[in-house]
């Protein structure tokens, strides 16, 4: 298969018409550029040039191969182009995964910048309904950065994004909407909007509750965090939902666990030296999760 090198060398001599005026634009000796084409000659098995007594010219074969030969050399440098403007965060493809009680939340912040100042990056997104998933997503490169709780085992790179709170959300008017904050003990018999068993949420949510004595009874199950605060505001019962799922304005009540209960996120990474992966997370760590302040003002 004839090299890049020696197609550059083709073109470069029937642009000048000449091997010394070629082997100076390409900064060679003129037996380096012959050399070349006796090497592409040898592949094809004819002349592509003919030597005149002043300068060469194409052969008949030298024509037949010369829309190919630019053609190969202009795609050689849109990938050279592609890959530099991926580099520079100009272009390329990035796939991301995240649990799905985080992508309005979390996520959504970080995409609108992305898709503002880098029109050009193709961002495709999946949503999962577990860490272990996100986690497998990324093993098996289906994606190259997820963003969520962390999993039961992770052993590639990954950066902690911060440590996210759940909190209670009460209908207006309960019962116990004006305790400073509640317990787990003040969930039991209670009728809980509660997560789809599908959602990592609901397992875990179940485990903390079983460690302080307390069975969640489940009134109606949803897959979306945020379904499921707006639903318990609504009057259908309690919901325990993580703040980054929380979207003002909330027509119910908030308040904190006692003791605080809380999960780590983070972005699991596929490939760490990946430039345009190393800007995405740097967003996500930059903008973090919501702060204790932003949560308070929710917090009645």
């Given at each position: 298969m004839p090299t890049l090198r020696a197609l550059e060398c083709l073109i470069a001599v029937l642009d000048a018409g000449s091997i010394t005026e070629a082997a100076a634009v390409l900064h060679l000796s003129q037996p380096a550029l012959s050399h070349q084409l006796a090497a592409l000659e040898r592949e094809i098995g004819a002349p592509v040039v003919e030597r005149l007594p002043r300068g060469v010219r194409a052969t008949v074969i030298g024509r037949a191969v010369e829309a190919d030969a630019r053609a190969?050399?202009?795609?050689?440098?849109?990938?050279?182009?592609?890959?530099?403007?991926?580099?520079?965060?100009?272009?390329?493809?990035?796939?991301?995964a995240c649990a799905e009680t985080m992508t309005a939340g979390l996520l959504a912040p970080v995409l609108r910048k992305w898709l503002r100042h880098s029109p050009s990056v193709e961002i495709s997104l999946v949503e999962a309904g577990s860490a272990d998933e996100l986690a497998r997503l990324v093993e098996s490169d289906r994606a190259d950065l997820a963003i969520g709780p962390r999993p039961t085992r992770w052993t590639g790179a990954a950066e902690v994004i911060g440590e996210e709170d759940i909190v209670v959300v009460l209908p207006p008017g309960h019962r116990v909407a004006d305790r400073d904050h509640l317990t787990f003990a003040d969930l039991r018999d209670e009728p809980i909007v509660h997560f789809h068993p599908d959602n990592g949420l609901a397992v875990w949510l179940d485990t903390e509750a079983a460690r302080h004595g307390v069975a969640l009874a489940a009134v109606m199950r949803t897959r979306q965090a945020a379904t499921a605060a707006q639903l318990a505001a609504a009057g259908l019962g309690i919901a325990l939902v993580p703040v980054t799922a929380l979207a003002a304005p909330l027509?119910?009540?908030?308040k904190r666990l006692r003791p605080n209960l809380s999960r780590d996120l983070l972005?699991?990474?596929g490939i760490p030296g990946d430039p345009l992966v190393r800007r995405f997370v740097a967003d996500v760590l930059r903008r973090g999760i919501p702060t204790t302040a932003a949560v308070n003002a929710k917090l009645s």
């Amino acid at each position: 298969m004839p090299t890049l090198r020696a197609l550059e060398c083709l073109i470069a001599v029937l642009d000048a018409g000449s091997i010394t005026e070629a082997a100076a634009v390409l900064h060679l000796s003129q037996p380096a550029l012959s050399h070349q084409l006796a090497a592409l000659e040898r592949e094809i098995g004819a002349p592509v040039v003919e030597r005149l007594p002043r300068g060469v010219r194409a052969t008949v074969i030298g024509r037949a191969v010369e829309a190919d030969a630019r053609a190969a050399l202009a795609a050689a440098d849109r990938v050279i182009g592609g890959g530099r403007a991926a580099a520079r965060g100009d272009g390329g493809r990035l796939r991301l995964a995240c649990a799905e009680t985080m992508t309005a939340g979390l996520l959504a912040p970080v995409l609108r910048k992305w898709l503002r100042h880098s029109p050009s990056v193709e961002i495709s997104l999946v949503e999962a309904g577990s860490a272990d998933e996100l986690a497998r997503l990324v093993e098996s490169d289906r994606a190259d950065l997820a963003i969520g709780p962390r999993p039961t085992r992770w052993t590639g790179a990954a950066e902690v994004i911060g440590e996210e709170d759940i909190v209670v959300v009460l209908p207006p008017g309960h019962r116990v909407a004006d305790r400073d904050h509640l317990t787990f003990a003040d969930l039991r018999d209670e009728p809980i909007v509660h997560f789809h068993p599908d959602n990592g949420l609901a397992v875990w949510l179940d485990t903390e509750a079983a460690r302080h004595g307390v069975a969640l009874a489940a009134v109606m199950r949803t897959r979306q965090a945020a379904t499921a605060a707006q639903l318990a505001a609504a009057g259908l019962g309690i919901a325990l939902v993580p703040v980054t799922a929380l979207a003002a304005p909330l027509p119910g009540v908030l308040k904190r666990l006692r003791p605080n209960l809380s999960r780590d996120l983070l972005c699991l990474i596929g490939i760490p030296g990946d430039p345009l992966v190393r800007r995405f997370v740097a967003d996500v760590l930059r903008r973090g999760i919501p702060t204790t302040a932003a949560v308070n003002a929710k917090l009645s």
